[in-house]
């Protein structure tokens, strides 16, 4: 082992282990953040000097220095380094978890290096080690730290989610290119919506056949998501199940109750590790009733998918769920809860509950409740209702059936004016929905 001295600080080594030296600190400064291993702290060489007066020197890749920090962003070090051959390279652990290696390119000034992705808010420990050591007969690779801190990324509070409506009409035909031309579509204009999530209310396929084809043409456009890495769920609906049989009708007239919780192919297709942000289900391996969680516009989201007509179970489990994330701001996506004019519907049809039992048991009940989004009927709609602690709740209809292009509805937020605007789409022809456009204020995001 090298041991080097810099300054009037040297490490002193004790039975082989390596002790660190006493913070050298200018009179009046503050005392180094640092506490290094097999390094010293030394007076400040670097510009601009840091409030403490040194530095922490690391000579060896058994040097390294820990410290302390809070708040949210990205880790940012500030250091110097000795020019041998080449330039040093420190690794950043953060948290236990080694975040990045930065290589230390400038001998004179502390320069700001942003490390590792950014974290949440909190208290974090921090491990900055030299990895590259060097030395010859003419020099000696080192680095000398100034500082660790955390930079509060700049939040961007506007942002786009993306709800796809029944596309059952897009998938009788492999040769139908409608449903991937929509994802490619939003993979595409990803930037420019800065879009962070796309869900689906139901009828994904019209229905099953032998060869599942058209679970196949489904599957297939959705690889342009995952491959971009933007989540996603999908709702069921009642001709994703085997309730319904070929041409749409009813598959076994005599068990169409039982058939409609018949998701086994759904699932076969589609798995919560493909949707990419999945944290509970309500039953093991199946997406029926599931929640993805993401982070956009500064504040928290869940997007939670429920069955069609759903069993008391169901609901039951989605309360708890809503319950135990009270700052989180709750999508809700079912395949059937509005009608074309735009009223909660009153009918379970041959499932359990009515979309208005689910109204009344689940969405009024939760003042984090935000929005639900449907499709099944009609064409595209909107109401507003209030729910029990005053809050509003905006649903969504987009159904659509169409034969000749691929609507999307885009949902915006603006998290710091509380507002969004929505609008429809459909890229396969460049076709615009404008009577659907709304924009609402005042929204009542929770933080």
């Known amino acids: 082992?090298?041991?080097?001295?810099?300054?009037?600080?040297?490490?002193?080594?004790?039975?082989?282990?390596?002790?660190?030296?006493?913070p050298v600190t200018?009179?009046?400064?503050?005392?180094?953040?640092?506490?290094?291993v097999n390094g010293t702290i030394t007076p400040a060489t670097g510009t601009p000097v840091p409030a403490s007066g040194t530095q922490a020197s690391l000579w060896a890749n058994s040097s390294y220095a820990t410290t302390t920090i809070e708040g949210s962003g990205r880790v940012q070090v500030g250091a110097i380094g000795d020019n041998c051959e080449g330039w040093p390279t420190i690794r950043v652990t953060v948290d236990g978890t080694a975040v990045a290696d930065t290589t230390i390119v400038s001998a004179t000034q502390y320069g700001t290096?942003?490390?590792?992705?950014?974290?949440?808010?909190?208290?974090?420990?921090?491990?900055?080690?030299?990895v590259n050591d060097?030395?010859?007969?003419?020099?000696?690779?080192?680095?000398?730290?100034?500082y660790a801190r955390m930079e509060t990324a700049t939040v961007d509070t506007k942002f786009s989610f993306a709800v796809m409506p029944d596309t059952q009409q897009e998938v009788l035909n492999a040769g139908d290119t409608r449903f991937r031309n929509r994802t490619d579509w939003l993979v595409a204009n990803r930037s420019a919506l800065d879009l962070r999530f796309?869900?689906?209310?139901?009828?994904?396929?019209?229905?099953?056949?032998?060869?599942?084809?058209?679970?196949?043409?489904?599957?297939n456009a959705m690889k342009a998501l995952e491959a971009a890495k933007i989540p996603y769920s999908l709702a069921i609906g009642n001709h994703d199940t085997q309730a319904t049989g070929v041409g749409g009708s009813a598959r076994d007239p005599a068990h169409t109750r039982e058939l409609v919780r018949d998701t086994t192919v759904f699932n076969r297709y589609f798995t919560a590790a493909q949707y990419g942000a999945v944290k509970g289900q309500f039953e093991a391996g199946k997406v029926d009733n599931s929640y993805s969680t993401y982070s956009a516009g500064g504040v928290q989201w869940l997007v939670m998918t429920l069955e069609l007509w759903p069993r008391p179970e169901?609901?039951?489990?989605?309360?708890?769920?809503?319950?135990?994330?009270?700052?989180?701001?709750?999508?809700?996506?079912?395949?059937?809860?509005?009608?074309?004019?735009?009223?909660?519907?009153?009918?379970?049809?041959?499932?359990?509950n009515s979309p208005q039992y689910l109204y009344d048991?689940?969405?009024?009940?939760?003042a984090n409740i935000k929005f639900v989004f449907?499709?099944?009927?009609?064409?595209?709609?909107?109401?507003?209702?209030?729910?029990?602690?005053?809050?509003?709740?905006?649903?969504?209809?987009?159904?659509?059936?169409?034969?000749?292009?691929?609507?999307?509805?885009?949902?915006?937020?603006?998290?710091?004016?509380?507002?969004?605007?929505?609008?429809?789409?459909?890229?396969?022809?460049?076709?615009?929905?404008?009577?659907?456009?709304?924009?609402?204020?005042?929204i009542g995001l929770v933080r």
Request: proline share 4%; net charge negative; hydrophobic share 40%.
């Open 1 to 22: 082992m090298r041991i080097r001295g810099i300054g009037a600080a040297v490490v002193a080594v004790v039975a082989g282990t390596a002790v660190a030296a006493s």
């Open 26 to 36: 200018a009179a009046g400064a503050a005392a180094s953040q640092f506490s290094v």
């Open 113 to 130: 290096y942003p490390v590792g992705p950014a974290l949440p808010a909190g208290t974090h420990s921090v491990k900055i080690q030299l």
């Open 134 to 146: 060097f030395q010859s007969a003419a020099c000696d690779r080192n680095v000398h730290l100034a």
């Open 198 to 219: 796309v869900t689906h209310s139901g009828d994904v396929v019209n229905w099953d056949t032998p060869d599942h084809s058209q679970y196949v043409v489904a599957q």
């Open 314 to 352: 169901v609901v039951t489990w989605a309360k708890n769920v809503v319950a135990a994330n009270p700052h989180s701001n709750v999508v809700v996506v079912t395949h059937d809860y509005i009608d074309a004019a735009g009223n909660i519907e009153q009918s379970s049809e041959y499932g359990a």
């Open 361 to 366: 048991n689940l969405i009024k009940q939760y």
């Open 374 to 442: 449907s499709g099944h009927v009609g064409i595209a709609g909107n109401r507003v209702d209030t729910g029990v602690h005053g809050n509003k709740i905006y649903s969504f209809l987009q159904t659509f059936h169409s034969n000749t292009t691929n609507p999307v509805r885009l949902v915006e937020i603006d998290a710091k004016a509380d507002s969004l605007h929505t609008w429809i789409y459909g890229p396969y022809n460049n076709q615009t929905f404008g009577e659907y456009d709304r924009t609402f204020t005042g």
